[in-house]
């Protein structure tokens, strides 16, 4: 079977992973980045240099299928977003090894974007045809309504709505951290999250410019403080992403006409945000396209698939596609 190979190198997971010419994964090998205990992230360095003593591990997982299937082309996200200035160093680690690897065996190679492979893992297996949608695309790295074409192969990418300061993830870490949990913190918050009776809340803030989660984060810290419990504590902020993104998304389906919204990025693996936004918004007309879990976190799948997208699209219409 011809098999495409896709790498990530984000700001917390080395990713690799292998699909097949029809889009079904054949590996998905993921490491996520170590952090140590009451810190609330990595440096880019720290964060390279875990990457770069990663990437080997996952190449031996991967090598037994590479070895039955016909390598292709490889795809490798080398930025966040597809933009002239977007930059992150921790991209460089993937680039670097997947450069090498195209120029050993002579394959394609597909400079892709974080944010993309992001929208292709999401889309992938959902029932959605449309050329046009749009995505909500929180993680801890990114916070964005975006509007998004299908493009050659790939994706083009219109910002919509975007945070004003805090990413919802970091949100999530810094007061997950707060409370003595590990980083990340998204699941142990989500476990530990319950609905409890209270007449307390953590306002939303959104505007036609963006939202913002700073003051999310001063609310829940000082909630904390006055022995608000955990536990109240996490269900209350998982809300208010969730109450900002109903706004955000009310918002940006009216004003682009688009009503398939596509829900991407770690923080939407919530079980509590999800099932908030889809009583709410189930009867607006706006349908919500939902990632799975694995899917919906930081994965190379996506840059695999659309590795595989783009060398088709190549030969089918003689065309290389513009890097």
Known sequence: MNAFLGIDTSAYTTSAAVVGETGEVLADERILLQVEPGKRGLRQSEAHFQHTRNLPVLMDKLAPVLEKNRLMALGVSDRP??????????FLAGLGV?????????YPLYLLSHQEGHVEAAVHNLPLNEQEFITVHISGGTSEILLVKRDKGRYAIELILATKDLNAGQLVDRVGVAMGLPFPSGSYMEKLAKNVPTNLAIPSSVDTQGFSFSGAETRAISMLAQGVPQETVAYLVFMCIANTLEKGIRMAAQRNMVNGVVMAGGVMAN???RNRLTERLKKSGIQLFW???????????GTALLACKCYYYEHEMGVRIEQ
């Open 81 to 90: 977003r597809r933009l002239p200035d977007s930059y992150m160093p921790v």
């Open 98 to 106: 997947s450069r090498c690897l195209a120029s050993i065996g002579n």
């Open 271 to 273: 079980g509590i945000i």
């Open 291 to 301: 990632a799975t879990p694995d899917l919906s976190t930081d994965n190379a799948v």
